[in-house]
């Protein structure tokens, strides 16, 4: 552990050092598992990054956290005494069956204790991580724990469809057939019911997945869906700055070593402008407001209806997408099929 703090704290005084106190408005503790850091350790990397970077008055500060590990001793006071001023909990579902299936150790009963122990603490901003989709879910079940949640009264949820990832167990267990999803039509049910529930009781879907009441949408995310400029900092870590990219190494060893020789960034790559639209097309559609028509001139100097005037009178005609005061977003149903679609503007933009 004491490795990985002193190879970060070393990035952290680098990056500082070589942007010259740049101005930050979001700080997200994420990736891992943050709240299994001690909460002193919590407080050393911000007084770290305080010392780094002008952090504005007002600043985001998010960190995910799992409920059995956010729950112990005075971890989530101490952490909102530092700083830490939006709390992330990986609930995952309430359902003590489902739970078991995603190999979560904690209990619905520890899920809600942590929700009730952040409030106490004094978070004022709590998200909460929720999964559907899963083995053996029925819509019934999805609705219900909605219910169950709404009435601890997150300010911000974020409901994501169950993706079975490659070399895990859950892709060992589909391919062997031992995992009985629900199907497409209950899927879609799931996602539009869930959405019309939680926007009757005062969220805003504003992103395919998250959902906020009002003046509780995630900033940091925001900024990454409109494609502001990131820092990613730790192992893995990824950074976007003046269309360059590039990434931390995965493994502690080699991430330490970058550090102490002061190589940052020596892996970047420029974004052609092909690539940034095709981001650009991707994450701002993701989002309630869409994609700015101005913004798809700005990039690529053409005129974004007269690209793809054919696909999108399809799509409008199929109400998947709609178009309003410069803007192209997709509607619930178009939400449903978000890859499909986003797949063949790639295809257009290639054969452009």
């Given at each position: 552990?004491?490795?990985?703090?002193?190879?970060?704290?070393?990035?952290?005084?680098?990056?500082?050092?070589?942007?010259?106190?740049?101005?930050?408005?979001?700080?997200?503790?994420?990736?891992?598992?943050?709240?299994?850091?001690?909460?002193?350790?919590?407080?050393?990397?911000?007084?770290?990054?305080?010392?780094?970077?002008?952090?504005?008055?007002?600043?985001?500060?998010?960190?995910?956290?799992?409920?059995?590990?956010?729950?112990?001793?005075?971890?989530?006071?101490?952490?909102?005494?530092?700083?830490?001023?939006?709390?992330?909990?990986?609930?995952?579902?309430?359902?003590?069956?489902?739970?078991?299936?995603?190999?979560?150790?904690?209990?619905?009963?520890?899920?809600?204790?942590?929700?009730?122990?952040?409030?106490?603490?004094?978070?004022?901003?709590?998200?909460?991580?929720?999964?559907?989709?899963?083995?053996?879910?029925?819509?019934?079940?999805?609705?219900?724990?909605?219910?169950?949640?709404?009435?601890?009264?997150?300010?911000?949820?974020?409901?994501?469809?169950?993706?079975?990832?490659?070399?895990?167990?859950?892709?060992?267990?589909?391919?062997?057939?031992?995992?009985?999803?629900?199907?497409?039509?209950?899927?879609?049910?799931?996602?539009?019911?869930?959405?019309?529930?939680?926007?009757?009781?005062?969220?805003?879907?504003?992103?395919?997945?998250?959902?906020?009441?009002?003046?509780?949408?995630?900033?940091?995310?925001?900024?990454?869906?409109?494609?502001?400029?990131?820092?990613?900092?730790?192992?893995?870590?990824?950074?976007?700055?003046?269309?360059?990219?590039?990434?931390?190494?995965?493994?502690?060893?080699?991430?330490?070593?970058?550090?102490?020789q002061g190589q940052l960034g020596?892996?970047?790559?420029?974004?052609?402008?092909?690539?940034?639209?095709?981001?650009?097309?991707?994450?701002?559609?993701?989002?309630?407001?869409?994609?700015?028509?101005?913004?798809?001139?700005?990039?690529?100097?053409?005129?974004?209806?007269?690209?793809?005037?054919?696909?999108?009178?399809?799509?409008?005609q199929h109400g998947l997408v709609?178009?309003?005061?410069?803007?192209?977003?997709?509607?619930?149903?178009?939400?449903?099929?978000?890859?499909?679609?986003?797949?063949?503007?790639?295809?257009?933009?290639?054969?452009?």
């Amino acid at each position: 552990m004491q490795v990985y703090l002193d190879a970060l704290m070393r990035e952290i005084a680098l990056w500082g050092d070589r942007l010259g106190n740049v101005a930050v408005e979001t700080i997200f503790f994420g990736g891992g598992t943050p709240s299994m850091l001690p909460s002193k350790s919590i407080d050393a990397v911000l007084n770290r990054l305080a010392k780094s970077f002008a952090i504005s008055n007002g600043a985001e500060i998010s960190m995910e956290a799992n409920p059995e590990s956010a729950a112990r001793d005075t971890f989530l006071q101490d952490v909102r005494r530092s700083g830490i001023n939006r709390l992330s909990l990986g609930i995952q579902s309430l359902n003590r069956e489902l739970l078991h299936t995603l190999g979560r150790p904690h209990s619905a009963k520890q899920a809600i204790a942590a929700i009730e122990l952040a409030r106490q603490s004094g978070f004022n901003n709590i998200n909460v991580d929720f999964i559907w989709g899963l083995p053996g879910q029925r819509l019934k079940h999805w609705l219900e724990e909605l219910k169950e949640i709404v009435k601890l009264g997150p300010d911000h949820l974020s409901c994501y469809s169950l993706t079975i990832e490659e070399n895990t167990p859950f892709e060992v267990a589909y391919d062997d057939g031992k995992l009985e999803l629900p199907s497409d039509d209950d899927q879609g049910k799931m996602f539009l019911y869930g959405s019309d529930f939680l926007e009757l009781q005062g969220y805003t879907h504003y992103e395919i997945s998250n959902f906020a009441r009002m003046g509780f949408q995630c900033r940091h995310n925001l900024g990454y869906w409109e494609g502001v400029d990131y820092l990613g900092l730790g192992p893995s870590a990824v950074s976007t700055i003046n269309s360059r990219r590039w990434s931390n190494p995965k493994d502690l060893a080699g991430y330490a070593r970058q550090t102490t020789q002061g190589q940052l960034g020596d892996n970047a790559e420029t974004l052609t402008p092909h690539e940034r639209m095709q981001e650009l097309i991707m994450l701002r559609l993701r989002t309630a407001r869409g994609l700015r028509f101005a913004a798809y001139k700005e990039l690529t100097g053409r005129v974004f209806m007269e690209d793809f005037r054919p696909m999108i009178t399809a799509l409008h005609q199929h109400g998947l997408v709609k178009i309003r005061n410069g803007y192209l977003n997709l509607t619930k149903r178009g939400m449903l099929v978000s890859n499909t679609i986003i797949e063949n503007l790639f295809d257009a933009m290639d054969r452009l």
